[in-house]
């Protein structure tokens, strides 16, 4: 009788597993090096520049208490700016995300070009916005308020399409049973389903729209941002934190109202 060959060592789950996980540990370390390499950065260099970051600590330290008052208006015009940017933001969003809905209207040659605009807008920076609404419409708070709503629709129109493509079927073939037309689909059997995200969405692209308001000013779009410009322009480090302070604050603010409310519709 010929003796039967030697079966081959079959390697564990648990090896394979780990081979996995050293793999990927090493490439993500070769493409952060790399990634360091190729653009200068440099844990020496931070080491050396240090004691500078140190030095302009103490220089902000302690805040222009009085500039407080100055800033008022301002900060309320950034606020002002956040809801306008974000109401009409979300506005737009909402049909937008309806015709980029694959559940809604199964229509390629409508629903490929909605995804496109979407991706589009979100690709555009906020400041580089405000930059072109500036050169626009000139120097002011409504270049702002349009980088805004420009940055709102991008952000509520792409999560809220993926909302309405995440819905309950059922009540949609149900009213297509019966024949109901796409307007009454979209009003009683989409828009029910997902207005509490949309509501969701909206506060968080507001606490979103609160920061970067605060700094469309720098390209001369209304807001803080303008005094941020002014102060750093003239190496005033103590009102740059009184303005940081302040941002902070408001920001603190606006965020726990908005967990709350958002808590609450979830």
Do not use: C
Not at 10 to 20: D, E, F, G, H, W
Not at 47 to 63: C, F, R, S, T, Y
Not at 233 to 239: I, L, M, N
């Amino acid at each position: 009788m010929s003796k039967s060959s030697p079966k081959p060592k079959s390697t564990s789950p648990y090896r394979q597993k780990k081979t996995k996980q050293a793999i990927s540990a090493l490439s993500i370390i070769a493409i952060l090096w790399y990634s360091g390499h190729v653009v200068g950065f440099s844990f020496s260099d931070l080491q050396k520049g240090a004691p500078n970051m140190w030095d302009l600590v103490k220089e902000m330290i302690p805040p222009d208490w009085a500039y407080f008052t100055r800033i008022t208006e301002p900060i309320l015009e950034t606020i002002r700016m956040a809801v306008l940017g974000t109401t009409f933001g979300a506005i737009l969003a909402m049909p937008l995300a309806l015709l980029a809905a694959r559940n809604v209207l199964k229509t390629p040659f409508i629903n490929v070009p909605a995804r496109w605009l979407l991706n589009l807008i979100r690709t555009i920076p906020d400041l580089l916005l405000a930059a072109i609404f500036v050169a626009i419409f000139g120097i002011g708070a409504f270049s702002g308020v349009l980088a805004l709503i420009g940055f709102s629709l991008g952000i509520i129109g792409k999560l809220i399409y993926e909302s309405i493509e995440g819905i309950d079927e059922g009540p949609l073939e149900a009213m297509r049973a019966v024949g109901a037309n796409q307007v009454k689909l979209v009003m009683f059997g989409v828009i029910p389903q997902v207005t509490a995200q949309f509501l969701s969405f909206s506060l968080y692209s507001f606490e979103v729209n609160v920061r970067a308001a605060a700094v469309l000013g720098l390209v001369g779009a209304g807001g803080i941002g303008l005094y941020y410009d002014q102060a750093l322009g003239f190496f005033d480090y103590a009102r740059v934190s009184t303005i940081i302070l302040y941002t902070l604050i408001v920001v603190l603010i606006i965020d726990f109202i908005s967990t709350s409310l958002r808590e609450k519709l979830s």
